[in-house]
């Protein structure tokens, strides 16, 4: 048996066995950013076993001041650089960023249900 994921403030809750059957739609469809900061470049590095110059060249790219993974074009989605498509799933999910960790409790859905419902099929007014 699954159970609800709440979070005070959110009048909506979260079913995390909806995940098995979405496919990753979170991680993939439109162009977005997942900020990532130091502490979270630190963790991805050491999951990756890789040097911090060449993650942030290879994964990362910059918007203004802010780092954020990159994206891979599939068809005609915007995958995050670490979806991995075999899988469908995330292929640094122990140390994904904190923003992947916490969706989808993000303040801007607190007045935005209907959209958060359309790309999340774990979540419901329950
Ligand atoms: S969109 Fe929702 S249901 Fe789908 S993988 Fe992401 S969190 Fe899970
Ligand atoms: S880091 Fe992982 S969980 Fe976050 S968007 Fe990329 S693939 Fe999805």
Redesign the pocket.
Known sequence: MSSLIRQEGYKYSFNPSACKECA?K??TGESGF?YIDAKEIEGIVTFLDIDKSIFLNMFTITNGSRVS?KEKIFEDSYD????DREVMG????EA??I??RTFPFWGYFKNQIDELKEECKGVSCV
């Open positions: 990753g979170c991680c997942i993974l995050c650089i670490f979806f995330c292929s640094i999910y994904r960023p923003q992947c």
